[in-house]
């Protein structure tokens, strides 16, 4: 049974720093493709960084040059850091995984986490 935790969410004033983190379960993780989404009140769901299981990463435009996405193999765990934040960065952020995704495409992941809360105050 594959399950994903997210954790690291917070506030944080605008310029400021978080990391999350998604611990990841029940599945191999090194083959599998990890994501980071995203959802704001009253917006829809929004593809934020990926990475494959070949390492390779893909970020959207919005937070390309300030965000990056790493997978650790060894801890089995999924990382965001978030650098220069602003307010418009303030969501949840979801954790997602599965086996054939590609890109930062919500519909391609099967497996979800349940989020965790960024507030960015400016």
């Known amino acids: 049974q594959v399950q994903l935790v997210e954790s690291g969410g917070g506030s944080v004033q605008a310029g400021g720093s978080l990391r999350l983190s998604c611990a990841a379960s029940?599945?191999?993780?090194?083959?599998?493709?990890m994501a980071w989404f995203r959802q704001a009140p009253g917006k829809e769901r929004e593809g934020v960084a990926a990475?494959?299981?070949?390492?390779?990463?893909r970020y959207s435009d919005s937070v390309k040059g300030r965000f990056t996405v790493s997978k650790d193999n060894a801890k089995n765990t999924l990382y965001l850091q978030m650098n220069s934040l602003k307010p418009e960065d303030t969501a949840v952020y979801y954790c997602?995984?599965?086996?054939?995704?590609?890109?930062?495409?919500?519909?391609?992941?099967?497996?979800w986490g349940q989020g965790t809360q960024v507030t960015v105050s400016s």
């Open positions: 990475a494959d299981s070949d390492g390779n990463t």
């Open positions: 029940g599945y191999t993780y090194s083959t599998y493709s």
């Open positions: 997602a995984a599965d086996a054939k995704a590609t890109g930062l495409y919500g519909g391609e992941y099967n497996y």
